[in-house]
């Protein structure tokens, strides 16, 4: 197999805590560290689905995969070009090939530009584009379902869904290699998110665009990912195969959360106290929260690994048959 | 059902400088204790319907049909101060975007204490502690830390669940939700969606829930109106329209949903076809460019609604009571 087109390498991310009179009074801790040390890589021509409860720093991953968060240690690779820090030299090259669809659809477009302008964008940065700018914006639009006179509105002036599906069409100006889609279909009817989803697949077949796919979408992950990497408070606890995740997940946490979306009314909800960034539970991390932890658990922390060919989980009792576990 | 905390009647709306309007001859009420799932197109005119119910719309819109909040007109007889007045006390809002909800230069504690406007009487440690309970119970980490932070240093989800601790410190008579669980995963969001059902119990008025997912109105709603292009083409109560869907919009839109699709598929159901644009729609049924089942009368003449029973009805030359 080739290599993965964007692999994270044992990355941590940290950002500044409190606020800064906090900071100079030595009042709390300086930093919370919301990524502690993720490893995940992105192959070529495929769509590994992102998913974790919220607040657990899928978001942070993606915009530290273009450098857009504070890195303090680790890398993170993009084809040959390796980056170690927020100020490498290597993010411009990063970002000519990686597009970003940023969670905040709203707050990510300019409000004074017009959505034809912000579409066209990329193309007048990279330079280089010597076709009719309208037409393009038109073209652009027209791939997520939006009629050519949106090109003259302004951001204030179209709905949740629209401004989503415009930022879409700005981060496929460039035919990126590798897009990092964070929640692209929050906020759009069904029928429109079916569209984009298809037009998502189509470009992967097209032109071998991969794809990082940050969702709390079960439903929508199980349709357009191969694979599927848990969060969970900044950590991945499970990857796998997305079949395998749905039909066989082994961490307690995936199982709570595919349990979710299959019960109606109260099941699957996950008891205990929703866990600290800054004071991060000793042993596994998930354990306040889980219904099979044991003395173990409280004692060390499960580390991640392979329980079968291209399935890792970190629990101790993963790859356990039922049963085993409650000892 | 008792006089309705919410009336629409007729109600279109155009904005400012737009070609034509967002929203035309939508008609629906919500009842005390009731809530209200809207579902429709993406641009279909949801938010603007959300907007129009705070009088939130931008300066210069055009509204005609009427609006009553418990028997009041809201555009007919208020002075921009009961406005004002009403949105502070009894009316609440989770906006769509949660982004953009908050304000950016003040922390989320202090933002949250002016939503008691209740409470502002009682002592300051007293208004602290039901923020912090409120946090706690939307099931935010660290709610000592995240009332001492701005809003850009919080997570999508996190945004959201403070938009929500909001809302429900407000303790409105109306409170209208605009898709308040897209950022939230599956997890917090049946616990958010269950601590909304107990509000709904406790609150003395009516919810309006703006979603695109139907498990959600499933689990949250009580009746469910259906918009498509700015007009209200399908209501009924929950049961009766996802159940037993009469208009074809309602029926197209149904069978995209990929949590009713079984087998994995890279290939999604899409409803064919485009929105016409605001200022080229069709002279008849709006939908009928797209319509699977259209014939030749949809082209010529715009369906009237038709009533399919009490509060339940469908706007479609093949609906028949
Ligand atoms: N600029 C910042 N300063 C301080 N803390 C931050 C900042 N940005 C994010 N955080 C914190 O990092 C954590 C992870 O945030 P992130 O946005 O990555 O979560 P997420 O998994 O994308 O969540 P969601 O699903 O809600 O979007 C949160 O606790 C958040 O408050
Ligand atoms: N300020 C404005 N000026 C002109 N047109 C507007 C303005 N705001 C919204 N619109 C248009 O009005 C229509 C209805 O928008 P609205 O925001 O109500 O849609 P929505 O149903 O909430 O959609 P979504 O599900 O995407 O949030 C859209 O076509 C939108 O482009
Ligand atoms: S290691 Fe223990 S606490 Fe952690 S997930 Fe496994 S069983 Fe639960
Ligand atoms: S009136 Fe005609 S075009 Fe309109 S929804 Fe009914 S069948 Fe379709
Ligand atoms: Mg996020
Ligand atoms: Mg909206």
New interface residues.
């Given amino acids: 197999m080739t290599q993965p087109i964007l692999e994270a390498r044992n990355l941590r991310v940290r950002?500044p805590?409190?606020?800064l009179t906090?900071r100079l009074l030595g009042r709390g801790p300086r930093h919370v560290t919301v990524l502690p040390d993720v490893s995940l890589s992105v192959e070529a021509g495929q769509t590994l689905g992102l998913?974790?409860?919220?607040?657990s720093g899928k978001?942070t991953l993606g915009r530290a995969a273009i450098g857009l968060a504070p890195i303090s240690g680790g890398s993170i690779r993009v084809g040959d070009a390796t980056a170690t820090s927020e100020d490498a030299p290597e993010w411009a090259g990063i970002r000519r090939r990686t597009s970003m669809m940023f969670?905040?659809?709203?707050?990510s477009l300019d409000p004074r530009m017009t959505l034809g302008t912000s579409v066209t964008e990329p193309l007048a940065i990279a330079g280089g584009f010597d076709g009719n700018r309208r037409d393009k914006a038109a073209e652009l639009l027209g791939l997520v379902?939006l009629?050519p006179?949106f090109a003259d509105r302004y951001p204030h002036?179209?709905?949740?869904?629209?401004a989503r599906?415009v930022t879409v069409a700005r981060a496929l100006a460039l035919e990126p290699d590798l897009v990092i889609a964070d929640?692209p279909t929050?906020?759009?009817?069904?029928?429109?998110?079916?569209?984009l989803?298809?037009l998502l697949?189509e470009l992967q077949n097209r032109l071998g665009v991969s794809f990082l796919f940050i969702t709390?979408n079960?439903?929508?992950a199980?349709?357009?990912t191969n694979r599927i990497a848990i969060m969970y408070l900044g950590r991945i606890v499970e990857e796998a195969p997305?079949?395998t995740i749905f039909s066989a997940p082994e961490h307690p946490y995936t199982r709570?959360?595919?349990g979710?979306?299959e019960?109606?009314?109260?099941?699957?909800?996950?008891e205990g106290d929703?866990?600290?960034?800054?004071r991060r539970p000793e042993g596994c991390e998930f354990r306040t929260r889980c219904p099979l932890a044991t003395d173990l658990c409280a004692a060390k922390a499960p580390a991640l690994r392979e329980i079968a060919p291209g399935h890792t989980a970190s629990c101790h009792y993963a790859g356990q048959p039922a049963g085993v576990s409650h000892s | 059902m008792s006089a309705p905390v919410l009336a629409l009647d007729n109600v279109s709306i155009r904005y400012p400088s737009a070609p034509a309007a967002a929203v035309r001859n939508v008609s629906f009420e919500v009842g005390t204790g009731e809530t209200l799932g809207i579902v429709g197109e993406s641009g279909s005119g949801k938010s603007t319907l959300a907007a129009a119910m705070m009088g939130l719309l931008p300066r210069g819109s055009c509204v005609t049909g009427s609006l009553r909040f418990e028997g009041r007109d809201l555009f007919g007889q208020m002075t921009e101060r009961d406005l004002r007045q009403l949105r502070g006390r009894d009316i609440a809002t989770i906006a769509q975007d949660p982004f953009t909800a908050l304000n950016p230069v003040m922390k989320i504690g202090r933002q949250l204490d002016i939503f008691q406007h209740w409470y502002h009487d009682r002592p300051r440690a007293e208004r602290k502690a039901r923020i912090l309970e409120m946090l706690e119970q939307v099931r935010l980490s660290d709610p000592d830390v995240r009332m001492q932070q701005y809003p850009h240093q919080l997570s999508g989800g996190i945004l959201q669940r403070v938009s929500i601790a909001a809302a429900l410190l407000a303790e409105p008579k109306l409170l209208i939700a605009d898709e308040p669980t897209t950022a939230l995963d599956a997890t917090t969001e049946a616990q958010i969606l269950g601590i909304m059902a107990e509000a709904k119990e406790t609150l003395r008025g009516a919810t309006v829930f703006i979603t695109h997912d139907m498990s959600v109105v499933e689990r949250l709603c009580d009746r469910i109106a259906v918009l498509y292009a700015g007009e209200l083409v399908e209501t009924g109560t929950v049961a009766e329209v996802l159940g037993n869907p009469q208009h074809p919009y309602t029926k197209a839109l149904l069978e995209c949903d990929p949590a009713r699709i079984e087998e994995p598929t890279s290939e999604l159901p899409t409803i064919g076809g485009t929105v016409p644009a605001l200022d080229d729609r069709p002279a008849g049924c709006i939908f009928e460019p797209r319509c699977p089942s259209a014939v030749a009368r949809c082209r010529a003449e715009a369906p009237l609604r038709h009533d399919l029973g009490p509060r339940r009805s469908a706007a479609c030359h093949l609906v028949t009571p």
């Avoid at chain 1, 969670?103 to 707050?107: G, H, S």
């Avoid at chain 1, 929703?274 to 800054?278: E, G, I």
């Fill in positions: 950002y805590s409190g606020t906090d998913i974790g409860e919220s607040g978001t969670q905040d659809a709203v707050a379902g009629s006179d002036q179209i709905s949740g869904g629209q599906r929640e929050a906020g759009l009817d069904l029928s429109v998110q079916g569209e989803l298809n697949g709390h079960l439903s929508v199980r349709h357009v997305t079949r709570a959360l595919i979710a979306r019960a109606t009314g109260g099941g699957g909800l996950i929703v866990p600290s960034l800054t």
